[in-house]
């Protein structure tokens, strides 16, 4: 029996599993394009939570709302972010620990990140 092999490709070229783009005709609300430009600012080999991006752009307790913009905002490094406990989403690992792990961070067997950030 052959394991079947999940293809992340789109989930890597757009954005988390579970992304759906906005729909073309859509116009960023402040709150959105802001996430945006935040996350953008997130470089290889960096890794921040989506309560540091609520804050960097004046939200602070918005970390959800930031998450939502992530599942529908295409081509943003999503994977560099990480809910606040360092604890990987188990729908998020499989995609994003290959990702992470390539960019020089650990990541345990309860899918915490080790960073020295």
Same mark, same amino acid.
């Given at each position: 029996?052959? @394991?079947? %092999?999940? *293809?992340?490709?789109?989930? #890597?070229?757009? $954005? ?8 073309? +005709? ?6 959105? @394009?802001? %996430?945006? *430009?935040?996350?953008?600012? #997130?470089?290889? $080999? ?8 609520? +804050? ?6 918005? @970390? ?54």
């Amino acid at each position: 029996m052959v @394991a079947e %092999v999940e *293809d992340n490709t789109d989930s #890597v070229a757009h $954005g988390p599993p579970g992304w759906e783009p906005w729909p073309d +005709d859509h116009e960023l609300t402040p709150f959105q @394009a802001a %996430v945006v *430009d935040a996350v953008e600012t #997130v470089t290889y $080999g960096e890794v921040a939570t989506y309560n540091d991006i609520a +804050d960097e752009i004046g939200r602070p307790g918005s @970390a959800q709302a930031v998450g939502n913009v992530l599942r529908h905002a295409p081509d943003l490094p999503w994977w560099r972010i990480v809910p606040s406990h360092g604890r990987l989403y188990r729908t998020h690992e499989r995609t994003q620990r290959p990702l992470l792990e390539a960019e020089g961070h650990s990541i345990t067997a309860e899918r915490r990140v080790l960073t020295d950030q």
